[in-house]
């Protein structure tokens, strides 16, 4: 053991030194498309690349300026070392908005700053940076990924040498979904660019996004788990939190660290450099306190090494003061609880006023829009406590989350779970207010309103009633995605690409959202999400209802995005009454139902004809991410990522001694294999005992009472064999081994969805030192993204912490999440233990060339990324690249972002960096076996 010498006692290190640029030199504005930089896209270079630019009289070709020409320009930073707003004299942004509207004040350009290290007793200083509200960024030559949402809760820490002159390029992209419509822009950015102080060099504690519980009257807090992010600040080894302690509290608490699930193979919570991660703590408090704030600091002990070095060092570190707010049950109040992947989140919740028995409580769900917190007071203010429902307000895991979608969609779904299970947190409260997770009413505002549209339409079978209010049909018709890049795409590819992000295309799902009562909201001067997005959607609901009332629109004169009461004036407050007051919207028409058969019974008009109880279709682009619809679940297409649709028209029959028989018409289009809820799941989803169905008809195929009793009881499916039109049954699952079913679709971005922490496995066994240490930048990069953008943990660990001295998995039990495979079968014995297991359609060679079907990619510049199964329900996403210059390339498409197009598998090119999707060299998704298919792949 050795005490840590953590650095020289330097003074230059007790000044918080700031090191921003004063000047800048500036270029642009280019035109780009949402979320098109990604891809590369950036016109500059076509011309050598901005970094290889220098400051001159040179002009630039760029359509939003007068002449078509852009020039070079220097700017100051303002006193506090911000920049902008930057002007751009020649260019008339009203004209143009003339013809493309919003897409047209989506820019980009770039920004060049120097700054320079002061002498110093030691060889290198350690550097904190982060720059906010931009893409990317550059020191020298390494890339960094910017803090798109000015979080300001994520650093990176570099090692400098003193006494030498750097340079930072900035991309900067005007997304207008962040900064807004404002003519003339108003274009600024910031970063951080310090020395380290004293306090933080080993780790960082990062207070902005440490999760506490509430306090609940004093004794019980709201949820047995909190968090604190920390980062690792050491240049080059890893950091180990060994043991906790509380301190400096009124009363006795207890805090226990709890391990992660990848433990055995870190030796203990660790921290590669330069890396966040959320550590999970388990509070116990051990007598009350009736104080409006509860105190508390911790004590940690902390050890560190270097990979290769097994010499340990050790010390403590103390937080400053953290705060847990004394809450009632008559207030909204904060629970924390463990996440999809065992992260920690919270979400806020309130209680209803009365009990809802014999009947289980509905659950209010509210959706904030982009950039809210959960807990923010406007917020919480904006629902008032109902009489027998709870109120679930989600965080989506970030103010801007994943648009609801994914990580974000999972977070509303474990919260709901945590708030019904009866062993949970609110097991004292359950006995009174026994929440149903099957009886949601969905509700939300702004992003939030399409992430209400997105999950009543993906999930509907769960929803009893919705208000979404000023939400976007789609992120493409919020924000149009005129990219730069169409002008060099082949259309099919296009189409491919477009297919990835189908899933989240609301509009088009709205077959699904037939028999849910719902109540759209808007502002009719709404200019942030205009009120066309809720007529559309409303319209098109009508439209599959055959029923121009089926759905309403509530459009309030005079007001904008957001206004008092938006959410719970009387209109939406009668609305909410009546379904959040009756046991099951299903009951209504169950008893509307029996009414009319009672009627036309005495009539005797059933004995010849049928009624018909129930006509809908279900649309689906993922089954990844869709739950039911009448009960009905559907488990595979034929051809992924092409529409599917099954048309159900349900009828009663009555003989003539008035017993009933039910008989399902089912048509289908590209369906493959799908099936029911379990009995006691679809008796309330149906207005009919399940007993009374005696025949299903599927595509003219009929199916009889015999099984019938297969599907609803032995949990069986329906399916047909490719080139086949007959339908069969089967409750043989092992076709899930060997092909694509929900929990492992695709597209690549559902590698986000892990239910342990990302484990990101960097190879070791090239020969190539560069290729190395470009695996470990990356690793950072998707480390840094996936806790800035998702507050997610990733394990960042070597390909030799896995495998023995036989290249074997030393436990192939111990990965238990989604793998981000770094390097080819070549460069990472992982990459080729997974791909020698499930024989892949992607072939390595040692030279960094691959084979994708019968081209083979062997030019430098050239990266792939695409899925590969591990086990049943695990998916691994392999990152490769013929030179470091591909590598570098392709790791810009890892999916840290909502609304970037990239299918289950994608090849860029040298071209990419200025044609963007035009510079692909192929993309698609994988079939049903895992194969490559000319009808959803595309190569050029």
């Known amino acids: ?27 642009g504005p280019f035109s780009t498309g949402t979320r098109e930089q990604d891809f590369g896209a950036d016109p500059l270079e076509a011309y050598g690349g901005f970094s290889n630019l220098e400051y001159s009289e040179q002009i630039f070709p760029s359509e939003l300026a007068n002449n078509g020409i852009v020039k070079w320009a220097k700017i100051q930073s303002n006193e506090d070392g911000s920049v902008g707003p930057i002007d751009f004299h020649n260019i008339r942004w009203n004209f143009n908005k003339n013809s493309l509207g919003w897409s047209i004040s989506q820019f980009q350009l770039w920004g060049r700053g120097y700054f320079t290290i002061p002498e110093s007793t030691e060889h290198k200083i350690p550097i904190l940076i982060q720059c906010y509200n931009i893409g990317d960024f550059y020191i020298n030559d390494q890339r960094f990924h910017g803090d798109w949402y000015n979080y300001r809760t994520s650093y990176y820490i570099i090692y400098l040498a003193t006494n030498i002159q750097y340079t930072i390029n900035i991309r900067i992209v005007n997304e207008i979904r962040i900064f807004g419509d404002e003519i003339p822009p108003k274009i600024t950015f910031d970063c951080d660019l310090r020395k380290l102080e004293l306090e933080e060099l080993g780790i960082m504690f990062l207070y902005e996004r440490i999760i506490v519980p509430d306090l609940i009257k004093g004794t019980k807090f709201a949820g047995e788990y909190m968090s604190i992010p920390i980062l690792n600040t050491l240049e080059n080894e890893c950091v180990n939190i060994d043991k906790i302690e509380v301190l400096n509290c009124p009363i006795k608490i207890t805090a226990k660290l709890i391990p992660t699930s990848y433990d055995s193979l870190t030796h203990g919570i660790r921290l590669a450099p330069s890396q966040h991660q959320n550590i999970k703590i388990k509070l116990t408090l051990e007598e009350p306190y009736f104080e409006s704030l509860l105190p508390f600091s911790l004590k940690f002990n902390i050890s560190s090494k270097s990979f290769q070095d097994h010499n340990k060092s050790f010390w403590i570190k103390t937080t400053k003061e953290i705060l847990i707010r004394y809450k009632t049950l008559d207030e909204f109040y904060k629970f924390t609880f463990e996440d999809f992947d065992g992260s920690i989140q919270y979400a806020m919740i309130m209680h209803p006023k009365k009990s809802n028995k014999p009947n289980k409580s509905p659950i209010l769900v509210a959706l904030h829009g982009a950039g809210v917190e959960a807990n923010a007071e406007f917020w919480i203010d904006a629902y008032p406590k109902q009489e027998f429902s709870w109120i679930l307000l989600p965080t989506g895991r970030t103010p801007w989350g994943y648009d609801w979608h994914g990580p974000s969609l999972l977070n509303i779904q474990y919260a709901i779970k945590a708030l019904t299970n009866p062993a949970g947190i609110f097991k004292d409260y359950l006995k009174d207010f026994i929440p149903n997770p099957n009886k949601l009413f969905i509700s939300g505002h702004s992003n939030g309103g399409q992430g209400t549209w997105h999950y009543i339409s993906h999930y509907p079978d769960l929803v009893i009633a919705s208000t979404p209010a000023a939400g976007y049909t789609s992120i493409q018709q919020y924000v149009p995605y005129f990219w730069n890049s169409y002008a060099y795409i082949d259309p099919i590819l296009k189409g491919i690409l477009d297919s990835s992000l189908a899933e989240f295309n609301n509009d088009l799902y709205t077959s699904n959202l037939i028999n849910i009562p719902i109540l759209a909201r808007v502002g009719a001067n709404d200019n942030n999400v205009p009120p066309i997005h809720s007529r559309q959607m409303v319209r098109l609901v009508n439209e599959h209802s055959n029923n121009p009332l089926a759905i309403s629109l509530s459009e309030i004169i005079n007001k904008g995005h957001w206004f008092d009461n938006i959410m719970s004036d009387s209109i939406m407050q009668d609305f909410m009454n009546k379904y959040l007051s009756i046991p099951s919207f299903f009951q209504e028409n169950i ?7 009672l009627l036309q019974s005495k009539n005797n ?24 619809k009448g009960g ?35 048509k289908t289009t590209n369906i493959k294999r799908f099936g029911f809820k379990k009995q006691d799941e679809i008796i309330n989803l149906v207005p009919f005992s399940i007993k009374e169905i005696s025949k299903i008809l599927i595509d003219e195929i009929e199916f009889d009472s015999l099984s019938i009793i297969q599907i609803f009881q032995e949990n069986c499916s329906f399916y047909k064999n490719d080139n086949e039109s007959i339908w069969k049954i089967s409750n043989d699952n092992s076709w899930m081994y060997i092909q694509k079913h929900p929990s492992i679709y695709g ?3 559902l590698i986000l969805e892990s239910k342990f922490p990302l484990l990101i496995i960097i190879g070791t066994i090239s020969a190539s030192n560069s290729i190395k240490s470009k695996f470990m930048n990356i690793a950072q990069e998707i480390s840094h993204s996936w806790f800035l953008y998702g507050n997610g943990n990733a394990i960042i660990i070597y390909d030799t912490d896995l495998i023995n001295d036989k290249n074997e998995f030393i436990s192939n039990e111990s990965i238990k999440g989604n ?5 080819n079968i070549f460069e990472n014995k992982i990459t080729e233990i997974v791909m020698n297991e499930r024989n892949s359609e992607v072939k390595f060679y040692k030279d960094g060339s691959f084979q994708l079907n019968y081209k083979k990619f062997s030019d430098p510049g050239i990266g792939i990324l695409f899925l590969h199964p591990y086990k049943i329900s695990q998916i691994s996403l392999i990152i490769s690249g013929t030179n470091i210059s591909g590598l570098d390339q392709i790791s810009k498409l890892f999916p840290k972002r ?3 197009p990239i299918p289950d598998w994608i090849i860029t090119g040298p071209e990419t960096k200025w044609k963007g999707i035009g510079g692909l060299l192929g993309a698609g998704f994988w079939n049903n076996e895992w194969k490559f298919s000319e009808v959803i792949g595309y190569l050029s």
């Open 898 to 900: 909502t609304g970037v």
């Open 1 to 27: 053991m050795k005490k840590k010498r953590l650095f020289a006692n330097d003074c230059t290190l007790l000044s918080l030194m700031n090191l921003k640029p004063k000047f800048w030199e500036i270029l």
């Open 819 to 823: 793998m981000i495979l770094l390097g």
């Open 747 to 749: 597209p690549a971005h």
């Open 605 to 628: 008009l059933l004995v010849k004809n049928p009624i018909l109880l129930s006509k809908f279709t279900i649309t689906l682009i993922n089954p990844a991410n869709f739950g039911s």
């Open 632 to 666: 009905i679940i559907i488990k595979q297409l034929i051809i992924p990522f092409r529409l599917g649709k099954i048309h159900v028209e349900v009828y009663k029959v009555l003989s003539e001694n008035n017993s009933s028989q039910i008989i399902y018409s089912l």
């Open 591 to 597: 008893e509307n139902l029996s009414q009319l058969t």
